[in-house]
């Protein structure tokens, strides 16, 4: 049974860092590839950064520079490390897969505000 846990967020000022975590369950992993989107209030979810099962990394315009999608095969867990965060950044982030189908996690919360 494929799970995706999401932990890591909290309230941040504008300016810090937080690094989020998604803990893979059912499956591994290294052999796929693993997303990191978000959901702003009254907005729509959209894609945030991908790493796939070669280790190769993509990032939405908005983040490049500033974020960092990483993984732990070990442990079998994606991170993102969030720096430079701004008020903009407030959202929802989801951790997904697909596997013959979308999974996805329940989301963090991440809030930035002074």
């Known amino acids: 049974q494929v799970q995706l846990v999401e932990s890591g967020g909290d309230l941040v000022q504008p300016g810090g860092s937080l690094r989020l975590s998604c803990a893979a369950s059912g499956f591994m992993i290294r052999l796929s590839t693993m997303d990191w989107y978000r959901q702003a209030p009254g907005k729509e979810r959209e894609f945030v950064a991908t790493?796939?099962?070669?280790?190769?990394?993509n990032y939405v315009d908005s983040v490049k520079g500033r974020f960092t999608i990483s993984r732990d095969n070990a442990k079998n867990t994606v991170f993102l490390q969030m720096n430079s965060l701004n008020p903009e950044n407030t959202a929802v982030y989801y951790c997904?897969?697909?596997?013959?189908?979308?999974?996805w996690g329940r989301g963090t919360q991440v809030t930035v505000s002074s």
């Open positions: 790493i796939t099962s070669g280790g190769d990394t």
């Open positions: 997904h897969t697909y596997i013959t189908k979308n999974y």
